[in-house]
């Protein structure tokens, strides 16, 4: 049977938060301690972080380890999976120089991704060509390690999409050699697009809307009993509305019946909760502490991880530097099958010559 690989990663650009967590994370550890999955890749992309902080080179290198923390505290076991920065694997830009033969530039344009990035980031009058191509070498990440699936936040579908046709076009014009891969989505909705703390969609460090993984228990509790409700709810006997209520949305994100059993026993689960909000008489700064007591749960063990691997740090280097050797490996030997599909391999295979020395031979 076909090898089933996983490969995934995120750009070092800051320390991860819940959303990362919910959106991809949790999920990572699952598939990772199902024992499902032949091969895990996770990759920490620097040289896709550059591609929109050329000018912020330090920002980049400040987050390798922040995440590499991050990764082993969420439960990236490095036994069981290979973390690895990107950058180091240079095989990977030989990749996408190909695959870019195969993308037009209307193509990228149109990718929903890139699209919205480029209105935040206020690229539109002057788009870095690295930027722009990014879903190209994205999907050079992807197929270099013949990622059968990308566990991933729903932003990135469109980035599948696009490897996907790489993929295709690849097979078609060479011949099969790249593995079609699937993207794999939260399951949980709420955990598909976890909102800021203050109910934005986007949360993002300069609006200090994340609660990031790597927080103290304080600045967690903090950060969730201020949290954005419903701005209608005003007396507690007021009813209250679920839609938009980050609140919420985290619990439906966070919390199981054991949650309830535990910390707030009046109430069998989160339907019997929201429909005691709906009816009215119940306060938001009950619900609160009632999540502030899920994320602890969910985040005490992050932490004392965190703190343990703080404490070695040289054993960190040590697992980013051995995985990103075997990614190599494995990316070298994709490239090579590569470079033979596309009749590129001239010093590899004795027929060059042989071909030659026909064509010549008088
Ligand atoms: N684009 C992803 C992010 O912004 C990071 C990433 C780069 C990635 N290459 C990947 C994710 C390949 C999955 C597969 O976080």
């Given at each position: ?31 990772q ?43 990236i076991d490095p036994a069981k999976s290979n ?236 697992i ?43």
């Amino acid at each position: 049977m076909a090898e089933k690989i996983i490969l995934t990663g995120d750009r070092p650009t800051g320390k991860l938060h819940v959303g990362h967590y919910a959106g991809s994370l949790k999920r990572r550890v699952e598939l990772q301690n199902s024992g499902e999955y032949d091969k895990i890749y996770i990759m920490i992309a620097d040289a896709q972080a550059l591609t929109d902080n050329a000018d912020n080179p330090a920002k980049v290198r400040d987050n390798i380890m922040e995440v590499a923390l991050d990764y082993l505290s969420v439960g990236i076991d490095p036994a069981k999976s290979n973390i690895f920065i990107q950058s180091y694997v240079t095989e990977l830009t030989e990749l996408t120089f190909y695959y870019q033969n195969l993308v037009t530039v209307s193509r990228l344009q149109r990718n929903p991704t890139v699209k919205a990035e480029i209105q935040m980031r206020n690229f539109e009058a002057s788009i870095p060509v690295g930027f722009f191509n990014y879903p190209i070498s994205q999907a050079a990440d992807i197929t270099a390690f013949r990622a059968t699936t990308v566990p991933v936040g729903e932003d990135q579908m469109p980035m599948l999409e696009q490897t996907k046709e790489i993929v295709h076009k690849f097979n078609f014009v060479y011949g099969d050699t790249l593995v079609d891969p699937q993207i794999l989505l939260p399951e949980n909705k709420a955990c598909l697009r976890l909102p800021g703390t203050d109910g934005k969609a986007k949360m993002s460090k300069s609006l200090g809307n994340c609660i990031y993984l790597s927080e103290s228990e304080a600045e967690v509790k903090k950060k969730v009993m201020s949290m954005f409700t419903d701005p209608d709810h005003i007396r507690i006997e007021d009813p209250g509305k679920l839609e938009g209520n980050t609140v919420f949305t985290y619990l439906d994100a966070f919390c199981t019946d054991g949650h309830f059993a535990e910390y707030l026993p009046e109430y069998a689960n989160l339907d019997e909760l929201k429909a005691h909000y709906m009816r009215g008489g119940l306060g938001d700064v009950k619900v609160k502490k009632f999540l502030n007591h899920v994320m602890q749960e969910e985040l005490a063990p992050i932490r004392a991880r965190r703190a343990e691997y703080e404490s070695r740090i040289d054993d960190v280097y040590e697992i980013l530097r051995e995985g990103t050797k075997k990614a190599q490996a494995a990316a070298a030997e994709t490239l090579a099958e590569v470079k033979h599909a596309m009749k590129i391999d001239y010093f590899e295979t004795p027929e060059f010559l042989a071909e030659q020395r026909a064509k010549y031979a008088k």
